[in-house]
């Protein structure tokens, strides 16, 4: 059982590649675009856990200097921007944004199913995306008729893409011109902008649900000690969760394909993690089975790095599982939740001259639509869907 902190999330990354690219046109273009026009793009292997003060770094910051000052020196002989300079400049920027914030966690693709297709229509089909049902027959190998696959889902689920997207005052003349230093913090900034913004896309649905006496675990008082208490709540809202039906197929989670993660505060870790590891069955004296539950991870997320920060007159909102809560989540391979991505995190490149660009306010957008209904809880005919149980731990005495 895995601890899935902003740690172990960087560990699972090395080895694996980042597929950075900037797109011509401007974020809405990009949104309607069926063909995706590529600017610039660069593959880059994760090496090492972590990316501030790494040589791969180190090496992108000093090409990043040689292009900045090139710009300038463009800039002030006004003879115009090369295209191809801008587009490499807005590149390592992006390359920096998207290793900074592999320094935070994001969680919706450990919880949600991500798909990736940068020539998605604006509204996409879940229908279209999700596996297709079939059978085979037996066949003479003469004039047969086979029969088809069908698609698995009976309805249409439209998945509507939205531009999410930030920046700094002056967008790309800022990164430019500015200090080095004050291009560090604005890059810091919006990895962690980023951060938040990727796990309100699984969390925002799952904490701001509805959960009704069907899809609640109230916490057990039976046991004699609070650990056996614990133990017993934990174990009756996982298999309250597994009990749960997935909606469009109609079959317990149980049954299906699944993986068990537990959201948890990051202040309860202390009391919940040697509890889901079996540590009471090593007690003398218990009279009950008391082994490792069946989890495969545990996921600490008490709240959003930006939550309840000032934004001018508006309260910043990234709620996280409260202390003395637990969340069980059951992620089945297919038929759950989705993150349909169209463009992960670019800069804003539009025709003409990037950098004159004054009354455009964003530097980076992405392009992706969530689906979460079959994961939110629901009870409908009788029956009890979702993927989601909200439990309540014993009060520790």
Request: glycine share 8%; proline share 5%; with cysteine.
């Amino acid at each position: 059982m895995k601890i899935l902190n902003a740690e172990a999330m960087r560990k699972s990354l090395v080895g694996k590649v980042r597929n950075v690219r900037v797109y011509k046109g401007t974020s809405s273009q990009n949104l309607n675009d069926k063909i995706a026009n590529v600017a610039h793009s660069e593959t880059v292997k994760v090496v090492g856990e972590k990316w501030l003060n790494s040589a791969g770094r180190e090496t992108l910051l000093r090409d990043r200097k040689m292009l900045e000052w090139k710009a300038q020196q463009m800039y002030n002989a006004a003879t115009g921007f090369d295209a191809a300079t801008i587009q490499k400049l807005a590149g390592l920027y992006t390359i920096d944004l998207v290793r900074r914030q592999d320094e935070y966690a994001d969680y919706t693709p450990v919880l949600f199913k991500e798909l990736f297709d940068e020539d998605a229509p604006e509204t996409v089909n879940l229908r279209d995306l999700t596996p297709y049902i079939g059978k085979e027959e037996d066949m003479t190998g003469s004039g047969d008729t086979v029969p088809l696959i069908q698609h698995a889902l009976p309805l249409d689920y439209p998945v509507h893409l939205k531009v999410r997207g930030f920046g700094d005052k002056t967008s790309f003349r800022q990164l430019v011109f500015n200090p080095f230093h004050k291009t560090e913090l604005v890059i810091e900034s919006a990895a962690r902008i980023l951060s938040d913004e990727k796990n309100k896309d699984a969390f925002g649905p799952i904490f701001g649900a509805t959960y009704g006496a069907s899809h609640r675990q109230p916490a057990d008082v039976v046991g004699a000690t609070y650990d056996l208490q614990l133990y017993n709540t934990l174990k009756k809202g996982i298999r309250k969760a597994l009990n749960l039906y997935c909606e469009p197929i109609n079959k317990k989670n149980g049954l299906l394909r699944h993986e068990v993660y537990l959201l948890v505060n990051p202040m309860d870790t202390i009391d919940i993690q040697p509890i889901v590891n079996g540590a009471l069955a090593g007690v003398g004296g218990i009279q009950q089975i008391a082994a490792a539950l069946p989890i495969d991870g545990i996921i600490p997320y008490g709240c959003g790095l930006n939550h309840e920060m000032k934004y001018g007159n508006e309260t910043l909102s990234y709620p996280g599982v409260p202390q003395g809560k637990v969340y069980v989540f059951i992620k089945i391979d297919s038929f759950g939740g989705y993150r349909i991505v169209k463009r992960n995190e670019t800069m804003d490149i539009g025709d003409g001259d990037v950098l004159s660009l004054a009354s455009e306010k964003r530097a980076w957008h992405r392009i992706r639509g969530v689906y979460s209904d079959f994961v939110l809880p629901k009870s409908e005919g009788g029956k009890d869907y979702g993927a989601l149980v909200e439990i309540t731990l014993p009060d520790f005495v």
